[in-house]
């Protein structure tokens, strides 16, 4: 009979290479760093605006209106003889708040129903699974440009709009995620130990189901920014004069032939924003799913 | 002389209804199963400081039967008593920490983002074992107990092995002070090399923390050398209860010799292969009439199929439900008649 010491086993070892790897993880992670650097420049830029931007973006020049680049005006003027660089920096301010914000929302409450549709389960789960299904049969823009119709234009109404469509994504994942979680063994043990349900949910499976909601959360940003510029296009959006994205292309577009970079920058701000932050949830997913952390 | 008994069961059943669509209801015929039996009337006690070893084949109930006795389901019908007072179905923080269990997958039992330090704090302090201060050295010293070193406190589940998952796990168990431990088949998922550690570990907790523990297996000798006593199940009931030597020696149940026989031995003897079951244990949704071992068992007679025996006990602390226990041949002559037959072919 061998005595129980007879198994020590160190871990320093072992414990400081693990260390080690994380870090050259990040580094090796090329999509992470790559999302990283361009959402990093993206934020920077917009944080800098009032530092960053040659012009007021609001301030009228009537005079000076659909000037081609030059070395006063970088990106040329539009119609009302705005900066148009100015514009676009005050407006990457306007679309990632807006973009952040609009996640942010359904985030959370999709997140907290899907995790407790899907813990408690019972007429709970398909009470809040048949709303979710309902939500899920309209098409997301169908939907988004109702409610801004309803609510009228404006920041405070792409919020609602977008939150009351898009938590159905995170209850769904989220959801389907516990189903998984709470049929472990570390959770009928946690159980065993005399633990609440708030805690197990909060503590022991949030922490394990949350890191794919995170992951969608990259993409959904993207399909936020994608739907304000479309707002934007539409009318629905930002109210004017408030540089953007989407309305600086909507205004840009009329005058396509003669002074192309107008609608054709912002658009490609739009592409390069997408791609930073589809790069960025790429890397998530790689650096959060629990198989890699070896 | 009969210890005390720490958890007892009494008439378990535990029925699972399939789910069928409304369509299928509709068309099924008579003989349509939609009702399984895992178990089917279970009467077993485990002593104060005995390991009990419960044993059978895949399907055979064992594992419901311990997710019952932790509170993990409720039973269909039956009772459940602990220290000879009946166990509420819906236990508080402190019912359910004095039963624990240790679980067979110990990469499923833990959860990949909690330290072994956190989790081993969080029970600790839940359930007030030991005030704040003392968190740490009483962490280190439940490692200690299960042959783990102080440096795995801030280490995360995934930067061990198996065998030492189910260290931490047993370290785990034993953190809120319980004093029967379910061992739900807890070195079948771990290398043989390694198994031979954990029964060890188990045993030493019986000897040194005096606990009663089950231990769930499907192979026999696993827990040839551990247990002190043996039940066996199949097909949702108790087969035969013995002390393991007289298990061993004396098995009174057909069942209970086709296990032993299975075990694979390095002497002359191992070439015996008289007796080997024949087929797959009948689907619990149409478990034979009679008793339930008849189309597999090879002393089957006609009374067989026609009565369910229930236990009885044959001798001092053995109970068999077999109704021809008494008539069974010998298993130790079983065995050398066997042998003299292959020698003289």
């Not at chain 2, 015929?29 to 104060?48: F, I, P, Y």
């Not at chain 2, 031995?265 to 191992?270: H, Y």
């Amino acid at each position: 009979m061998t005595t129980p010491t007879a198994a020590l086993v160190s871990f320093k070892q072992r414990h400081r290479a693990v260390g080690s790897r994380t870090i050259k993880a990040w580094y090796r992670n090329g999509s992470l760093m790559a999302g990283i650097i361009i959402v990093g420049m993206l934020v920077l830029v917009a944080v800098l605006a009032p530092i960053l931007a040659p012009y007021d973006p609001i301030a009228q020049h009537l005079t000076n209106a659909l000037e081609s680049p030059s070395a006063a005006h970088w990106l040329g003027t539009d119609k009302f003889g705005r900066d148009v660089l100015s514009r676009l920096i005050w407006g990457a301010q306007v679309d990632l708040r807006v973009g952040f914000l609009a996640v942010l929302i359904p985030f959370v409450i999709g997140s907290v129903l899907g995790a407790i549709a899907g813990y408690f389960g019972g007429w709970l789960d398909t009470v809040l699974m048949r709303i979710v299904d309902i939500f899920f049969a309209f098409p997301f823009y169908v939907m988004v440009i109702v409610l801004v119709f309803v609510f009228g234009s404006g920041e405070a109404s792409i919020y609602i709009a977008i939150a009351a469509v898009s938590w159905v994504s995170y209850a769904r994942i989220v959801r389907g995620e516990v189903l998984i979680a709470k049929k472990q063994d570390y959770v009928v043990a946690a159980r065993l130990g005399g633990m609440s349900h708030a805690r197990i949910l909060t503590k022991h499976i949030g922490p394990n189901v949350l890191s794919q909601a995170i992951i969608y959360a990259m993409s959904d940003i993207v399909m936020d920014i994608m739907a304000i510029v479309t707002l934007g296009y539409l009318g629905l959006g930002i109210n004017p004069p408030t540089a953007e994205w989407g309305s600086m292309i909507n205004d840009g577009q009329e005058f396509i032939t003669t002074q192309w970079q107008q609608a054709t920058i912002p658009g490609l701000v739009v592409v390069v924003t997408s791609l930073g932050l589809s790069l960025l949830g790429d890397g998530l997913s790689d650096l959060l799913s629990p198989e890699r952390r070896k | 002389m009969m210890d005390a008994p720490v958890l007892r069961v009494a008439a378990i059943t535990k029925s699972y209804h399939l789910q069928t669509s409304l369509a299928s209801r509709l068309s099924r015929n008579e003989n349509g199963h939609t009702s399984l039996r895992a178990l089917d009337g279970v009467d077993l006690q485990l002593n104060k400081g005995e390991i009990l070893a419960l044993v059978g084949e895949s399907g055979s109930g064992k594992s419901t039967l311990a997710k019952i006795l932790v509170g993990g389901t409720t039973p269909t019908s039956g009772e459940l008593e602990y220290h000879g007072e009946p166990m509420p179905a819906h236990r508080d923080k402190d019912a359910s920490r004095r039963i624990q269990m240790v679980f067979q997958d110990p990469y499923s039992s833990l959860n990949p983002r909690i330290s072994v330090g956190a989790m081993l704090k969080e029970l600790l302090l839940l359930h007030k074992i030991v005030p704040r201060g003392e968190v740490r050295a009483e962490s280190v010293r439940l490692l200690n107990l299960v042959g783990l070193e102080e440096d795995a406190l801030q280490a995360y589940p995934s930067q061990f092995s198996g065998g030492q998952r189910q260290r931490i796990a047993i370290a785990r168990a034993l953190a809120v002070r319980p004093d029967i431990l379910i061992a739900d088949e807890p070195v079948s998922a771990l290398d043989v090399s390694v198994q031979a550690t954990i029964l060890d570990l188990f045993a030493s907790l019986q000897r040194e923390l005096g606990l009663s523990i089950l231990f769930v297996a499907h192979n026999l000798a696993v827990v040839q050398h551990l247990s002190q006593r043996v039940a066996v199940m199949y097909l949702g009931r108790i087969v035969e209860v013995a002390e393991t030597s007289e298990l061993f020696s004396n098995p009174r149940h057909p069942y209970t010799r086709a296990l032993i026989d299975s075990i694979p031995r390095m002497t002359a003897e191992s070439v015996n292969e008289e007796f080997v079951l024949e087929g797959e244990p009948p689907s619990p949704f149409n478990v034979p009439a009679g008793c339930r071992f008849n189309p597999r068992c090879p002393y089957a007679k006609d009374v067989c199929r026609a009565t369910d025996p229930g236990l009885e006990p044959v001798a001092a602390g053995h109970q068999s439900a077999c109704i021809r226990a008494a008539e069974l041949p010998d298993h130790s002559i079983a065995l050398s008649i066997s042998a003299t037959r292959k020698a003289t072919a």
